[in-house]
C-alpha cells in the first residue's frame, strides 16, 4: 500500500551519493585494502583531506559489518550510521543511554509529543507513526538508517520496511524493540555494534545488571505461595496482561504471581466479577496514557493520581478484596513500567510486592540514577501513589 500510493503520487526517490561509502572505488560498497592505498596517494596530493582520508581509513578498518536485528533478519552495513531516523521512541531512549543521540535527524509521533522526557529531539522532523508513517517525510530526510519495531505491529512495520527498501536499498532498516525484558540486553549490545558505541552499552549494561540481578536473585529462591496474587490493570478498566505480554513478565521478574497469568492471550479484557473471584492481594492500575494520560515526567501534582486510585477502590464489591483491605492498591504510571525504562519499574514493582526481602533496595535512587546518568535530565515526577514507602 505505501509502495503503490508513492507511485501513485509520482514521487521518485533515487539513491543518493550521500549513501556512497567514502573510498569505495569500484561499487562494491567495500574499502579494500589497494582503495585505502590510493586514497592515501589522493591526500598526498592534496585530492582529499587528512579528515576524509582517516574516514576511509575508519571504514576500511571496521567494515563492512553485520548484525542480525530482532527481526531475525541479516542486516549489513558498509559505513557508520551518521543520520538516523527513530519511529518508536524506546529506541530513541536507548539512543540515549548510548550517547548516540546526535546521530538521530528524524523522529515519530509519540517522540515529538513527549517534549517534557525528549526535550532535545522532540523538536526534530517528524515521521508519523507505524500506525501511520510518513513515509515522503522519511525519504525526505534522506537517512542512511531507519530504526522500526522489532516483533511489534509487524504487518503495518514489513511494510514500512518494504517501502523504503523499494524507494532506496541504500538505506539500512534495523528492526529493534528496546521494551522486552527477554531481549532487551542482546538490543542494546547490538545497538552498541552498530553505533560503535560498545562501551557505553556495556556501561549501561552494568548499571542494568546492578537493578535487576539483586531482584532476580531473591525471587529464583521463592516459593510459589510466597508470591503475593496480583492483579495489574491497564488505563482501560478491566484490560490485563497474560502470558506472552511483556507487564506479565516484569510483574513475574518482581516476584508476583498474575492473577490472570493463566491465560494466553497476550492483553485481554476481563470480567469484573472474575477480578473478584481471583482475591488479588495486591492491585497495580496503570496510567500515562489513553483516557489517563497524566502522571510520569511531565507531572508535579499526583492529584488524579489519587482520584483514580479512590475511582478503583470504591468499585462494586471491591470492599471485600484483599488489595483494598488492606491498602495494597497503587497506580504506577506506566513511564517507568512500559518501554525502555522497564527494569525501573520492575524495582519499584519488588519493594512493593516483598518489602520485607527488599528493605535495602532503593528504587526512587536507582530511578534517578538513571534520569541523570543515562539520560542528562534533571528531572521531577509522579510515578506512583501513593508513594512509594521508605
Known amino acids: 500500500m505505501l509502495v503503490l500510493s508513492l507511485l ?3 514521487i521518485g526517490y533515487a539513491a543518493s551519493e550521500d549513501f556512497a561509502v567514502p573510498g569505495d572505488l569500484d561499487g562494491d560498497l567495500v574499502v579494500s585494502t589497494e582503495e585505502l592505498e590510493s586514497a592515501e596517494q589522493d591526500q598526498k596530493a592534496g585530492k582529499i583531506t587528512s579528515e576524509e582520508l582517516e574516514e576511509i581509513s575508519h571504514i576500511s578498518q571496521n567494515y563492512p559489518k553485520s548484525i542480525v536485528d530482532s527481526a531475525g533478519k541479516k ?3 558498509y559505513k557508520p550510521l551518521n543520520k538516523i531516523v527513530i519511529f518508536n521512541s524506546e529506541t530513541v531512549e536507548v539512543f540515549r543511554s548510548l550517547k548516540a543521540q546526535d546521530r538521530i535527524i528524524g523522529v515519530g509521533k509519540y517522540t515529538q509529543e513527549d517534549s517534557a522526557y525528549f526535550p532535545e529531539l522532540s523538536t526534530l522532523p517528524g515521521v508519523g507513526s507505524v500506525w501511520s508513517p510518513d513515509v515522503e517525510a522519511v525519504l525526505d530526510l534522506h537517512p542512511d ?5 522489532g516483533t511489534f505491529m509487524n504487518t503495518s512495520v514489513d511494510e514500512i520496511q518494504e517501502t523504503l527498501e523499494s524507494a532506496d536499498p541504500n538505506i539500512v532498516v534495523v528492526r529493534v524493540d528496546c521494551f522486552v525484558p527477554e531481549s532487551y540486553e542482546d538490543e542494546v549490545e547490538m545497538l552498541g555494534t552498530v553505533l ?6 556495556s556501561e549501561f549494561l552494568e548499571f542494568y545488571d546492578e537493578c535487576l540481578n539483586p531482584i532476580e ?3 529464583s529462591g521463592l516459593d510459589e505461595d510466597d508470591k503475593p496474587a496480583v492483579y ?5 478498566d478491566y484490560r490485563t496482561a497474560t502470558q506472552g505480554a511483556a507487564w506479565h513478565d516484569k510483574l513475574v521478574m518482581a ?3 498474575n492473577i490472570f497469568g493463566d491465560l494466553a492471550l497476550s492483553y485481554t479484557d476481563v470480567d469484573p466479577e472474575s477480578v473478584i473471584e481471583r482475591k488479588p492481594e495486591i492491585v497495580i492500575k496503570l496510567c500515562g496514557a489513553g483516557g489517563l494520560n497524566f502522571g510520569g515526567y511531565d507531572e508535579d501534582d499526583n492529584s488524579e493520581m489519587a482520584t483514580l486510585r479512590n475511582e478503583v477502590t470504591d468499585r462494586p ?5 484483599d488489595a483494598v483491605k488492606n491498602d495494597q492498591v497503587y497506580v504506577l504510571s506506566n513511564d517507568i513500567l512500559g518501554g525502555a525504562q522497564h527494569f525501573i519499574g520492575v524495582a519499584y514493582l519488588a519493594r512493593l510486592f516483598h518489602p520485607d526481602l527488599f528493605a535495602d533496595l532503593d528504587p526512587v535512587a536507582l530511578h534517578q540514577e538513571y534520569i541523570t546518568r543515562f539520560q542528562g535530565l534533571d528531572l521531577q515526577g509522579v510515578y506512583i501513589y501513593p508513594e512509594m514507602p521508605v
Do not use: K
Open 8 to 10: 501513485f503520487l509520482g
Open 75 to 77: 542486516v549489513t552495513i
Open 145 to 149: 538508517g531507519v530504526f522500526v519495531y
Open 196 to 201: 560503535e558505541r560498545e562501551e557505553e552499552a
Open 217 to 219: 536473585t531473591v525471587v
Open 232 to 236: 495489574l490493570e491497564s488505563w482501560v
Open 255 to 257: 516476584g508476583g504471581e
Open 317 to 321: 464489591g471491591w470492599d471485600g478484596i
